[in-house]
């Protein structure tokens, strides 16, 4: 659970507190002496410092600075910086709660402070014996302002717990999280939200020959699953649905095309597509969004077995067509195609999907990007970028140029699950492309989806990269009267 956040009439004086401040003149000397503001001053003006703090007896004081001139995605991405960073300096002090006073009154600005101050403030310690040695001290966020009503706070809670449900599943390794205790892990958190969950097991994905899905599954000892996630409420503003659709491999050893060096490592985050759709989900219903929304989420592992799939195998797809295996490292396209194709009977709105697809996704645009890719959905996908500059989980477009379909043709299927040396994010793209029907949005979240080394208030480990993106693209949709 991430920390309390209660709304405060008054800044009382028995907590350290974060003043933000957008002008010297702001800062009071009720609680600052002459010398401390010529500091605050001078280090803000002429060291161009945004984020200042200093020891009072055991209370720490921070003056947060913010520069109206900057655009506002770039102020509010600072702020959630900066909130990282306090909730470090409280935590390295021992120091459980923080009161923030927003002085002038920005909204957005406090919000922005406050989601990086919890982000930052996320641990996974499921695995710790002594959770209380390690747990961070910092446990209570006070907000005085004007502008803040609790509701406010409410609907960020939710979206805060959301992101620390996708991190706590992505964190989880194969050994406690398999496909079936995963669909039995969010089937559990759906409880109580008015979400329906339907669990596909192994037999029924047999008779819809889910090809692709039972293809990765082979080399498994663990049966495959697949979850449909339904959101339905009872005033949705649209009838054909959103669709979500999660990568759900649980861990990925890249097959008999076993993966080298250290390119194992980390590879249980390869269901964060899963978890990102999961978490969405769960935020979007406890949020109460007005819109109808599915999820699907495909789950298994990738494994080497005496059956598992080679390269040169021919594998039967749920929509009837056959792919050649290439390699079976590309794994995730083989199993989001089959969710893909039964999509089709819903006839969507709009599939969007998210995966930890391509090391080639994160060779071009590093660990800070989403690499996007879309079909008949220009409109859609403008609105998710403009929401992913919003989050700060931000989106490149990739083309879907039908010039790539040579790379995965094959000589004796209908197509193959590799392309040539080039262009990997693409043409794994195109391969999905290939079983949808309706207006397709392909995220590619293989290089933020899990940081090794901490990377701001995204953390370390699950950064749970999607969540809040999703969550503020269908909390805007809801908003505008006019539909995609
Ligand atoms: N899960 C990986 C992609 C990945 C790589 C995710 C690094 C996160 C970090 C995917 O299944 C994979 O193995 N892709 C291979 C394809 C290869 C066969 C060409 C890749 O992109 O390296
Ligand atoms: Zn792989
Ligand atoms: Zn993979």
Redesign the pocket.
């Known amino acids: 659970m991430p920390l309390t956040i209660e709304k405060i009439s008054s800044i009382t004086g028995i907590d350290s507190v974060v003043y933000l401040i957008t002008n010297i003149k702001y800062l009071s000397s009720d609680f600052l002496s002459g010398s401390e503001i010529k500091y605050i001053e001078n280090q803000i003006h002429c060291q161009k410092r945004e984020l200042l703090h200093f020891q009072r007896a055991s209370k720490i004081i921070f003056i947060q600075f913010m520069d109206m001139k900057k655009e506002t995605e770039n102020r509010l991405e600072i702020l959630r910086k900066s909130g990282d960073r306090i909730a470090e300096i409280l935590n390295k002090n021992h120091i459980k709660n923080i009161s923030i006073s927003d002085i002038e009154g920005h909204k957005t600005e406090v919000m922005a402070l406050v989601e990086g101050i919890s982000l930052g403030n996320y641990q996974f310690l499921n695995f710790k014996t002594k959770k209380s040695e390690t747990k961070n001290p910092l446990k209570k966020i006070r907000i005085r302002s004007n502008k803040i009503q609790t509701n406010d706070i409410d609907s960020l809670m939710i979206i805060l717990e959301s992101v620390y449900k996708c991190r706590d599943l992505v964190n989880y390794p194969v050994s406690a999280l398999n496909a079936t205790k995963f669909a039995e892990e969010v089937t559990s958190f759906f409880e109580g939200t008015g979400i329906k969950t339907e669990v596909l097991t192994e037999k029924k994905i047999q008779t819809l020959k889910m090809g692709g899905l039972l293809g990765v599954n082979k080399g498994s000892v663990d049966p495959p699953t697949f979850t449909i996630i339904e959101w339905k409420p009872e005033d949705a503003r649209n009838s054909k649905p959103y669709i979500l659709v999660g990568k759900g491999?649980m861990y990925?050893t890249?097959g008999m095309?076993l993966k080298i060096h250290d390119h194992m490592n980390n590879?249980k985050a390869?269901m964060s597509g899963a978890a990102a759709v999961a978490a969405s989900l769960y935020g979007i219903a406890r949020l109460n969004i007005p819109l109808y929304i599915i999820g699907l989420i495909p789950a298994t592992d990738n494994r080497v077995d005496g059956n598992a799939i080679v390269p040169g195998d021919v594998i039967h797809m749920h929509d009837g067509s056959t792919v050649e295996i290439i390699?079976t490292?590309?794994?995730?396209r083989l199993i989001l195609a089959d969710a893909l194709s039964y999509a089709k009977k819903y006839e969507p709105e709009l599939v969007i999907d998210l995966a930890?697809?391509?090391?080639?996704a994160?060779r071009a645009l590093g660990i800070n990007a989403i690499a996007g890719m879309q079909k008949n959905a220009k409109d859609a996908f403008g609105k998710l970028v403009e929401s992913s500059y919003k989050v700060h989980e931000r989106i490149v477009e990739l083309p879907l140029w039908d010039d790539f379909n040579e790379d995965i043709k094959s000589d004796i299927a209908d197509i193959k699950n590799?392309g040539g040396a080039n262009a990997?994010a693409i043409t794994a793209g195109k391969f999905l492309e290939h079983f949808t029907d309706y207006p397709f949005i392909h995220l590619d979240i293989?290089g933020p989806a899990f940081y090794e080394k901490k990377n701001s208030y995204f953390g370390t480990g699950g950064s749970g990269y999607g969540v809040r993106l999703l969550i503020n693209f269908f909390q805007n949709l809801k908003t505008n009267e006019e539909q995609l």
């Open positions: 491999v990925d890249g095309n590879m390869d390699n490292d590309a794994e995730g930890t697809l391509t090391g080639s994160m590799l990997g293989a």
